[in-house]
């Protein structure tokens, strides 16, 4: 059985946009809901689903339409990586060793005739 099967023609979308990673401010403002519809909407895909949160509607949501998911899963993790490497190269660091430099003591010795 399919779990989007399950959800009303309201709750599919919320729960893509989930998937998608959208903030629930986002999703209000994109489906022209209140914040606290929207958090309803979350609640009831939750009982549905028998899900604890956001993170378990992202994990069902993407099991169950993983054909549309794994180019964009694939293209997120090329950015974060992209995003980790180009943001390295910028930041790098400069050693914070501390440098020591040392004296040579010359003894002045006088010759004596």
């Known amino acids: 059985m399919k779990y989007t099967n399950q959800l009303s023609p309201t709750e599919k979308p919320i729960a893509e946009s989930i998937a998608l990673g959208y903030s629930i401010k986002e999703i209000a403002a994109k489906r022209f809901r209140s914040v606290e ?14 899900a604890r949160g956001v993170v378990d509607i992202t994990r069902i949501y993407t099991i169950e339409n993983s054909d549309k998911f794994k180019l964009m899963v694939l293209i997120l993790f090329m950015a974060i990586q992209g995003y980790s490497i180009a943001g390295n190269l910028k930041t790098e660091r400069r050693s914070t060793s501390v440098r020591v430099t040392r004296t040579i003591r010359t003894s002045s010795r006088t010759r004596k005739d």
């Open 37 to 50: 519809t929207i958090k309803t909407h979350i609640k009831n895909i939750c009982s549905k689903w028998n």
